[in-house]
């Protein structure tokens, strides 16, 4: 009896002690609590490129060298030592060789699409409302619960919402699943072909992301289906990376570019609706279905030097920050099955807050470094240095991104998230606009958010030539990464084609913190 409970004893399985409870659940104020490792990730950029920094001075002083010779006097040292020309003319030929060879490519971006569903496809909160009670599976303390989010959601009367979630019953099949993607990327697809004239045969990169939707054969093998791209292009699916996946994909394309040149790269950013829809009773799964929408776009990147002059963006650089190692992390936005009827949906942990913002605290210290004005960078590290260092008990310095950046595309993915970034980049409501007006007028659509908001600082005649861009995107695992951008030329609205041009004079409007909502 005693062996079979020591066998007992040993068969079961040994649990994890449990984390530790956070005090909070608020974001943290990341630009007062940053890590030294962080900074050094920024600064290796500098050392990556410590040789050309080096080569400066030495190439300085065998100028000036030079300029106290006249003409004559040059020729005549040359003409006496041909091996010191010899020598002197390799060393310029191969510097020069080895600068070119090692430089990466330049990354443009010719144009990007947005996709917006007709009037058929229009949710009003109201009628959201509706449509939960009428299927029936909703208790009323779950109505009340999503009606409550809502009112607080910062979301308008006009989001977007696939067919077969519209109906009485709803329709989750796969066709109508397919029929809802197809829509949204063909949609955009289509639109970004025409205003690009670039032929689907030219496309060599393809990458599409969906990180809930991965049927078999994927979304990128539907793409390739429907334009019958060409048969040795390179295609990727990225699944389950969530709403930052948009970037992502931005970075792959960027590093495929690298290797593959006078190249076409088509990404494609969207997320399906109808497959995913929680209908059970877990407050923390009914959150996704108050926040996300329909959406997609279709952004079209080049390394070829003659698309420069037609592009609208330079792709200064990508910064990529994942946090999976943490238990924490990874199961704060877990797809599981509920515990009462096992039904599949989305969950939120209530850490979501304080971890996004520790996966930002990371991202930005990382990216200061690399954008940041000499002056902001000076003060920044020698605060940081002071205080981490020789534990000096000064205030630290914050860094004012307003000196790096003209405009900020913070993911809307949802209103908490955008307050606590307005508070602590200190941005003004001008720079918080894009982010804001899309979640009211197209809500969380998931990684395509950042082009909606793009679009929408276009539509307003906002992008100047070299101005630069921040796109900001986080989502599951935990991860959060960044885009930097620079406008190579100022973006006339009157010649755009985007979701906000025919209504963009109604913009901005004031959302009220609380929107009462009768259904």
């Known amino acids: 009896m005693a062996d079979e409970k020591k066998q007992n004893l040993e068969n079961k399985p040994v649990l994890s002690p449990p984390l530790p409870e956070r005090k909070k659940n608020t974001s943290p104020n990341f630009l007062l609590s940053v890590e030294l490792k962080y900074v050094k990730l920024g600064y290796h950029y500098l050392v990556y490129n410590a040789m050309y920094l080096m080569l400066m001075p030495v190439l300085c002083v065998i100028f000036a060298h030079l300029s106290t010779f006249t003409v004559d006097e040059l020729w005549n040292q040359l003409k006496f030592n041909f091996v010191t020309v010899v020598l002197s003319s390799t060393s310029i030929v191969f510097t020069a060789t080895l600068y070119f060879m090692s430089r990466p490519r330049k990354v443009y971006l010719v144009d990007f699409s947005c996709y917006k569903p007709g009037p058929a496809h229009k949710v009003s909160r109201e009628l959201f409302m509706q449509l939960s009670a009428a299927s029936e599976v909703f208790t009323e303390q779950s109505l009340a619960f999503q009606k409550k989010i809502l009112e607080k959601s910062g979301y308008g009367e006009m989001t977007y919402a696939p067919k077969g979630l519209m109906r009485v019953p709803p329709d989750q099949s796969m066709a109508e699943s397919w029929r809802e993607s197809e829509m949204v990327m063909f949609g955009a697809i289509d ?240 720079h918080m606009e894009p982010s804001r007006m899309t979640l009211y007028r197209f809500g969380n659509t998931s990684s395509s958010s950042l082009w909606y908001e793009l679009a929408y600082s276009e539509a307003k005649g906002r992008i100047k030539k070299g101005d630069r861009i921040w796109q900001i995107g986080f989502g599951s695992g935990f991860k959060c990464n960044s885009a930097v951008w620079r406008a190579i030329r100022a973006i006339d609205p009157a010649k755009e084609k985007n979701p906000w041009m025919d209504e963009i004079d109604d913009f901005p409007v004031r959302v009220p913190r609380v929107a009462p909502l009768v259904y």
Not at 261 to 282: K, M, Q
Request: charged share 20%; hydrophobic share 40%.
């Open 191 to 430: 639109d970004l072909l025409a205003k690009t004239m670039v032929k689907p045969r030219d496309i060599g990169i393809l990458v599409v992301n969906s990180s809930l939707f991965n049927p078999t054969p994927s979304l990128s093998a539907r793409v390739v289906n429907h334009y019958k791209l060409r048969g040795n292009i390179l295609s990727y699916n990225l699944g389950g990376m969530g709403c930052s996946a948009g970037l992502i994909s931005i970075d792959l394309a960027k590093d495929l570019l690298q290797v593959h040149p006078n190249s076409y790269a088509l990404v494609v950013s969207t997320e399906n609706i109808t497959r995913n829809w929680y209908f059970g009773n877990d407050r923390s799964m009914l959150v996704t279905n108050c926040l996300f929408r329909m959406g997609a776009a279709a952004v079209l990147l080049s390394n070829r030097t003659f698309d420069r002059r037609r592009s609208k963006y330079q792709l200064i650089r990508t910064v990529r920050t994942h946090k999976g190692a943490d238990d924490k992390s990874f199961n704060c936005v877990l797809q599981r099955e509920d515990l009462d009827t096992q039904r599949v949906g989305v969950s939120l942990s209530k850490d979501l807050m304080a971890i996004a913002g520790e996966a930002l605290e990371t991202n930005i210290t990382t990216l200061g470094p690399l954008v940041l004005p000499v002056s902001e960078q000076l003060l920044f590290f020698v605060t940081l240095v002071a205080k981490k260092i020789f534990k000096m008990k000064i205030k630290p310095y914050i860094p004012d991104f307003k000196l790096a950046f003209e405009h900020f595309c913070i993911h809307a993915g949802g209103r908490g998230v955008l307050d606590e970034l307005e508070k602590n980049l200190e941005l003004t409501e001008w």
